[in-house]
C-alpha cells in the first residue's frame, strides 16, 4: 500500500545567490493532519511552502538536495502542474492571483486551465464553502481584503486537492477575519483536507493546528504535537516567537 503525506526527506536549499534557505529538513506531514509552520522573518518557511507545490526545484533557480515526495510522489520527477493537483498553495497576498472580472470566473480559472470536469459544481460548491455564494457576480477587486483571501481559498478549493497549503492567511486581516479563515479551514479540515498553514501568530496555531514545525535559519528545530511543541517557553522566546494562549470563541 502506497503510504499517504508528504515528506521530505534531508532538505537543503540554496538560492542561485548563495544563500542557504533551508538545511537538513527533514519531516513528514500526514494526510489528514492540521499542520502549522512558524518561525522568524526568514527563517525559510516561504522557501518550505515553494517546495510544496514544486516552485522549488521547477521555476525557482537554486541548489537543491534530498527528496520531497507526495503520496510517494517525488516532486523532481513531476511538473508543477501534475503536483498542483494534489496541492493547492494560497500565496501570502491574494490580490496577485486576481485577472478575472467575476468572482465566479476567478474561481474557474483554474479547474478551466487544467480541464477538470464538472466546472459548474466546482465554484458553486467552492463559493459556498468559503460563504462568498451571494458575490458570485462581482467584480473581485471590489472585495474587501478578507473576502479576497476567501476567495483564494475557494479558488484552492475548486481544483478539489487532498493538500491545502497556505502561506500566511491571516497576515493582512484583523483579527476576527482572521479567526473566520482559519474557522473555516478547521471545517475543511474536518472533511478530510490537510491543512498546511505558516504563521506568525501562534495563538492561532495553538488554537487549530494539531501538528507544528518550527523553523529557525533554515533548520527544522521543532516537529510535534501543538501542546508539546510550544511547551519550551525558554526556547521560543529566545527565537522571538510569541508564547501562545487558546483563543476564546
Ligand atoms: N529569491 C530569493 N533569492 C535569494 N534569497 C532568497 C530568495 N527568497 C528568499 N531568500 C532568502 O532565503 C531565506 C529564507 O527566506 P523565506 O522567504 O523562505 O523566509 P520566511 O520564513 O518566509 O520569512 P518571512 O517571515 O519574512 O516571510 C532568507 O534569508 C531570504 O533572504
Ligand atoms: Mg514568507
Partial sequence: MKSSGISL????????????????????????SFFGITGSNGSGKT??????????????????????TIDEINTRHHSV?????????????????????????????GPKNMKLGEIEDRVHDALEAVGLKEKSHVDPNTLSFGQKQKLAIACVLAMGTPYIVL?????????QSAVHVYELLQKLHAKGKTIITV?????????????????????????????QAFSNHVMLKKMGIKIPRRIER
Avoid at 522557501?47 to 521555476?59: A, D, E, F, S, Y
Fill in 9 to 32: 526527506h534531508n532538505i537543503s536549499f540554496t538560492y542561485r545567490d548563495g544563500t542557504t534557505a533551508l538545511q537538513e529538513v527533514t519531516l513528514n506531514i500526514h494526510r489528514g
Fill in 47 to 68: 522557501t518550505l511552502v515553494q517546495l510544496l507545490n514544486g516552485l522549488i526545484p521547477h521555476h525557482v533557480e537554486g541548489a537543491l538536495m534530498g527528496n520531497i
Fill in 81 to 109: 502542474g501534475f503536483i498542483s493537483r494534489q496541492v493547492g498553495v494560497v500565496f501570502q497576498n491574494p490580490e496577485w492571483m486576481i485577472c478575472n472580472l467575476t468572482v465566479e470566473e476567478e474561481v474557474a480559472f
Fill in 167 to 175: 502561506d500566511e492567511p491571516s497576515a493582512m486581516l484583523d483579527y
Fill in 199 to 227: 504563521e506568525h501568530d501562534t495563538d492561532l496555531l495553538f488554537s487549530f493546528a494539531d501538528t507544528i514545525c518550527i523553523l529557525n535559519e533554515g533548520k527544522c528545530i521543532v516537529n510535534d504535537n501543538t501542546q
